[in-house]
């Protein structure tokens, strides 16, 4: 029987900036929009999540008996907001997600994932290979808002949002941590009138990770 760690191919000593790695790239070639199966996923996300708790089996007979804890994960479709004007849609259409759906968007623009249910949607979506904007990573720009149309994300922080966007729905991913299992966002809303003018450019933060790095 594989151990967490075999499962993600790293020495049980491993430092968690390499087991961080090593997952990453795991649950992109697991996935089953990428060769991968659901099966597969599934065991990838519990080793990863094994590590991360230090619930990982010491001795060879507890190692024989591992077997990954059924894993929770949100099922979130997302719609970039760039190809709205493309089409004649709104965030205020009923029916927007449906459109979406029957448009043949390129899978960058419309699609799903499987996001961690106690993880940042930023990061969730990062893991699947989506690219979505953001900057700070820490809820003072605004660059990564996403319109969480149907579903519900809670926020650790918010640094910008005012009352009327968050009544629109406007989250920043970068903060957001799901609280329903099913969600419907529309990411790339950084241009939306209202929220442009908040934005902060993301050249400061750029500028930090460089130096910081
Ligand atoms: S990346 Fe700046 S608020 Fe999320």
């Not at 049980?12 to 390499?18: C, G, K, R, V, Y």
């Not at 008996?65 to 849609?89: I, M, Q």
């Not at 759906?101 to 940042?120: C, I, N, Q, T, V």
Request: proline share 8%; charged share 30%; glycine share 6%.
């Amino acid at each position: 029987m594989d151990t967490p760690f075999d499962v993600l191919g790293v020495d049980a000593d491993a430092a968690p900036e390499t087991v961080e790695r090593a997952y990453r790239r795991r649950v992109k070639t697991a996935h089953p929009d990428h060769g991968g199966s659901p099966g597969e996923f599934q065991r990838v996300r519990a080793a990863y999540r094994a590590i991360l708790d230090g619930d990982v089996p010491d001795d060879e007979d507890e190692t024989a008996s591992w077997e990954p804890a059924p894993d929770r994960t949100v099922d979130v479709e997302d719609l970039n907001y760039e190809v709205l004007d493309d089409h004649g849609w709104t965030l205020d259409d009923d029916d927007l997600f449906e459109r979406a759906a029957a448009a043949d968007l390129d899978p960058a623009d419309y699609g799903r994932f499987a996001a961690d249910p106690e993880g940042f949607l930023l990061e969730s979506a990062e893991d699947e290979g989506h690219v979505w904007p953001f900057a700070c990573r820490g809820g003072a720009c605004a660059n990564c808002a996403v319109a969480a149309l149907e579903g519900d994300v809670t926020m650790t922080v918010d640094h910008v949002l005012p009352d009327e966007m968050l009544d629109r729905d406007v989250r920043l991913s970068c903060m957001a941590v799901p609280t329903t299992d099913t969600l419907r966002v529309v990411y790339n809303v950084k241009h939306l009138p209202d929220l442009d003018d908040l934005r902060l450019p993301p050249y400061p933060f750029e500028r930090s990770t460089i130096t910081d790095g």
